[in-house]
């Protein structure tokens, strides 16, 4: 079958992509992903901590409101501060494992462009010169890519969850939530690299849905680290690095394979 073939020719990407990253020349963009990565954390202890207080305050106060007599709330304060914290991390949890990629993506976007600029050049040996202008709309080309893969990703899920709820036929549902976040996610990496081949945005579509399978593969490695609890901050900064040299190693080597008529 061609997608599942396609799906491993994604994944076998990062085969070269690892030797790309550490390559001569190259370490420094891992230091960009640890920036990031302190970033989130700070940020999501801040958060969580935010929303801890903000649930307390709500909860007395509908309680006292409820209940009258709100002397137990000094007994019992420590109790409920303890559980909103947990309900907190969870739905911070929850709100990562949908958009924490994308919101890694859209914070290194600047990173990824200049990184996948640098891997087809190790790859092909082409240079692009450099201009302030190309930077800026890669940047914000890559934002948008991801907001827009953010988005309609969001949809998918939302309707594969009523899908979900057919007898039977609907036990599908999660493995084609998982397939449709890595397609959105392996599109958002190979991105990058199809800005540099001038297409429009409808034929970039055309172009990525052709090749869906290597869409997927692309973004299944990162959609399994996006799994892995207590590290997927730190690990999915660093593992975005390798996909989208993989989705520079695969655009190119379709691109080639088309050109020669070979695919």
């Known amino acids: 079958m061609e997608f599942v073939k396609d799906v491993f020719r994604g994944i076998r990407a990062y085969g070269p992509a690892s030797g790309l990253l550490f390559s001569r020349g190259m370490w420094h963009f891992m230091l960009w992903p640890l920036v990031v990565a302190v970033f989130l954390f700070w940020v999501g202890g801040m958060a969580v901590g935010w929303l801890t207080e903000w649930g307390i305050g709500w909860l007395s106060g509908a309680l006292e409101e409820w209940v009258g007599d709100a ?11 303890v559980a909103m914290w947990i309900v907190s991390g969870v739905v911070y949890y929850l709100c990562f494992a949908v958009f924490g990629g994308y919101v890694v993506m859209i914070l290194l976007s600047p990173v990824y462009s200049w990184l996948s600029e640098k891997g087809e050049n190790k790859l092909t040996g082409a240079e692009y010169p450099f201009a302030w202008r190309q930077l800026f709309w890669e940047i914000w080309r890559g934002i948008v890519v991801s907001l827009r893969g953010m988005v309609l990703q969001l949809l998918t899920t ?70 892995v609890p207590g590290i997927r901050w730190f690990a999915c900064c660093f593992v975005s690095l390798l996909s989208v040299l993989a989705g520079t190693v695969v655009v190119n080597d379709t691109w080639r394979k088309s050109s020669l008529g070979e695919g």
């Open 71 to 81: 002397a137990w709330l000094d007994r019992w304060g420590g109790a409920l501060g």
């Open 158 to 227: 939302l309707v594969l969850m009523l899908f979900s709820l057919i007898p039977v036929v609907g036990l599908l549902g999660p493995l084609l939530m998982f397939l449709a976040g890595a397609y959105f996610y392996g599109f958002t990496f190979m991105d990058y690299a199809i800005e540099r081949k001038r297409l429009r945005a409808r034929d970039t579509e055309r172009f990525v849905w052709r090749h869906a399978g290597v869409a997927v593969g692309v973004g299944v490695v990162f959609m399994l680290v996006m799994m």
